[in-house]
């Protein structure tokens, strides 16, 4: 009997030992792997290692976030943008075309008339627009119903800069376009162009307007009064800039307009 207590007993021991053998072994293992991933953390060549692999890792310049590397947009709206810059585009010559001509505006002032107070007789009204034009440079070509005045305008040297200025606007939105539609095209002399180098164009459009020399101006001018003449109608027929700044000086009235004082005006 007590020959199998002693055996159970050893046995019991024995179980225990063999249990506990294991999970010391597996500490020791676990405790091993620490003490080798702590030491190659300090490896320069581990370090040199994870630093390659973390640039290798890092997205191409192309890459667009959300995508996997390739670009992606509607083609429909891409080219009917493109369509609609193609299509508006040719106003830049336009408008470097027209700079040389007179934009012609005809429209009707009224001022009071004679049997107003402080009102001025058809003559009296012709004498200061007579008066005014040849302060401008503008002489009487023809006098009649109608008077018809022709003055020179001199060139205008930030007009000329004004010019440049949007053509090279112009031209640079060009050549982004271009550089975006004609990516990696290689030509056979010179290779892949610079698109940008158009805007060395912009001075051109300055030397069209400045030789083009002095602008003559032709305006023409129409004295009406009502039956009671209490009011004068002065029709005009001349260039839009010349027509703001006789209006503004004379102090005329647009007809059928209402004149609202301003909070500076005296």
Known sequence: MKLAIISIILASIHGSAAFTAPRLAYSSQQ?????????????????????????????DKDFIPGTSGEVTYSRASYYTILGLYLT?????????????????????YVTPGENVDDGKSLREQAGEIMAYMKSNNY?????????????????????AMFLVFCTAIGMASL???????????VLPVIGEPNWFLLCLIAPYAGIYYWTSGDRVDDCEVKLEANDDDTENSI????????????????????KGMVKVQGLLDA
């Not at 002489?139 to 007009?159: D, H, K, Y």
């Not at 029709?235 to 647009?254: A, I, K, P, Y």
């Open 31 to 59: 405790s091993l792997t620490r003490t080798t991933v702590s030491l190659n953390l300090l490896d320069p060549n581990h370090v040199l290692e994870s630093a390659s692999n973390f640039l290798a890792d890092v997205p």
């Open 88 to 108: 508006s585009f040719p106003g830049l010559w336009s408008t470097v075309k027209r700079s040389t001509n007179a934009k012609m505006k005809k429209k009707t």
């Open 139 to 159: 002489e009487v070509v023809e006098a009649g119903e109608t008077i018809t005045f022709r003055g020179l305008v001199q060139r205008s040297l930030s007009q």
């Open 175 to 185: 050549a982004l376009v271009l550089q975006i539609q004609f990516q990696g095209l």
């Open 235 to 254: 029709t005009v027929l001349g260039s839009e800039e010349e027509l703001e700044r006789m209006w503004r000086t004379l102090e005329w009235q647009e």
